[in-house]
């Protein structure tokens, strides 16, 4: 791996202490990283934790490649993390690696049933990270999951996260699993479901 990703990657797991995020060595590395758009990065930084790095530097890693990915619209990214997805057991590296994901835009032949069993994990983090991965993909099948989620679920976190996702890739067939939500005691899922609908109203002319 090049210096430089050595060297970043050493910052961004910096642990020295501070006394306001502006002086922290860690925080300045992370908004080094998120502006990062050099593509040919993502596969030492792929290989190295493929290769075996510590729980921490790897977080750092899947960030990382999720960041260029994100900025570049690079869908050969998320292809890259979910790649990377079966050998992480770690749930707050599985948070980081699925949002990075969900922050890069996926056509519609990309294959996010990996992520699926997630759904249904123990780990309320690792099930809210995997709704998130599921965002920005023009795959049917991927609403249809999100769709199946929101309907089964009672949680109101997950509500309202499914419904974020469908309002950035849901149809029409989303919005009787959402207006459902309307009626909802808790305010932001209601909020949300309204949000959702309109946007997919709005985005289909309606």
């Not at 908004?31 to 040919?40: N, Q």
Request: hydrophobic residues 40%; charged residues 20%.
């Amino acid at each position: 791996m090049r210096p430089y990703l050595t060297d970043l990657l050493e910052r961004m797991g910096d642990k020295t202490k501070y006394t306001s995020s502006e002086d922290s060595i860690s925080w300045a590395a992370y908004r080094e990283a998120e502006k990062l758009t050099d593509i040919s990065m993502v596969g030492e930084l792929a290989a190295a934790v493929a290769a075996g790095l510590p729980t921490d530097t790897r977080r750092s890693c899947y960030f990382t490649i999720g960041k260029v990915g994100a900025n570049l619209g690079a869908e050969d990214c998320a292809a890259l993390l979910l790649s990377l997805l079966p050998g992480e057991t770690n749930k707050y590296n599985l948070n980081t690696l699925l949002h990075g994901i969900g922050q890069i835009s996926k056509g519609p032949n990309f294959d996010l049933s990996p992520v699926f069993p997630l759904l249904a994990d123990s780990r309320w983090m690792v099930r809210q990270a995997a709704i998130n991965a599921l965002d920005k993909s023009a795959n049917p099948e991927t609403e249809t999951r999100v769709i199946d989620h929101l309907a089964a679920t009672t949680d109101p976190y997950e509500q309202t996260y499914c419904h974020a996702v469908l309002s950035t890739i849901g149809t029409l067939r989303s919005l009787p699993v959402i207006e459902a939500n309307l009626k909802s005691r808790k305010r932001d899922v209601k909020a949300s479901a309204q949000w959702a609908a309109n946007a997919i109203r709005v985005r289909n002319g309606l």
